[in-house]
């Protein structure tokens, strides 16, 4: 789908993947000006596709192109692609239980500029993949290096939107821990580095006792959507849960930690690396992180009913 000069998308079309034509002069590939969204469609046992909360991805989607000043579809319009490109995929959803298939949404400043600026035309594209279940038995724990050189997101910036320019910054932070045997890296906050933010590409938690605590949403952050699902979820079972500044002195000394995204569900953390220490914190059967992660993932793949309204059935 492609915007006019009144920023209305025009209807779109199916195509099979493959390549597309863009002008060297686009403004995302010379200045950025790109977002992208990630969900997933599971099969129900009874063989139905359903989406987990894709008006919330609509809805981040629309605040970040609100950000780069890029008109966006409606969340109807974008609701409607998403079903629409899902069925045309139909076939590449895996069965029950045996994976999803992700969607990814593009909106990208396609129209040519020189001067730095807006696209004067932007284009909205969803492909597809399958993916399988991301750890095979549903919860490998991460060991994550806390960075102290490199930042991910500065105030100010474009850390609370899906922005395409804030994940090259982490490959390099990212690529440094794999290779010291790392999964993946914490970020710090840019202004002080005291306070903890995010992992590369999903939200953290920590676990004290009855309380649950997240990195507060304040423009550094990207507003996740199992974050959110999970805040819920936690409150429903009975935690106190708070959303505050976290430093690093309180992850050392959290019971758990764990992490949460589209692409890794609800991740729990076995070690935490700050400064050559290494603190390590309780995974596996009784942890919280399980508890929270068998009940989204049930929501999520129709085994547990949804009393929510999370779930939108493609056909
Ligand atoms: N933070 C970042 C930087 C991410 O890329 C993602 C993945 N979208 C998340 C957090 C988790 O967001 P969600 O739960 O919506 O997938």
Known sequence: MKSNK??????????????????????????????????KAYRKED???????????????????????????????????VKQTVLANKRWVPPYGKGSLYIRPLLMGSGGVLGIGPA??????????????????GSKPKSLLIEDGLSRAAPGGTGGVKSITNYAPVFEAVNEAKAKGFTDVLFLDAATGKYIEEVSSCNVFIVKGNIISTPGIQGTILPGITRK?????ALDFGYQVEERSIPVEDVIEADEVFCTGTAVGISPVSSITYKNKRAKYKTGAKSVSQKLC???TGIQSGCIKDTKGWTVLVE
């Open 294 to 296: 068998e009940t989204l």
């Open 120 to 137: 004067p035309e932007c284009t909205f594209l969803i492909f597809t993949s399958p993916i399988g279940i991301w750890y095979k038995d």
């Open 47 to 81: 063989g139905r596709i359903q989406l987990f909360r894709v008006e919330e991805n609509a809805n981040r989607m629309k605040m970040g192109a609100e950000r780069l000043l890029m008109p966006s579809p409606s969340v109807e319009e974008f609701v409607n692609a």
């Open 229 to 233: 699902s999970v805040i819920e979820l």
């Open 6 to 39: 009144d920023g209305n998308f025009s209807k779109g079309s199916l195509t099979p993947y493959g390549t597309f034509e863009i002008s060297p002069a686009a403004a995302v590939l010379n200045y950025g000006q790109g977002l992208f969204e990630g969900l």
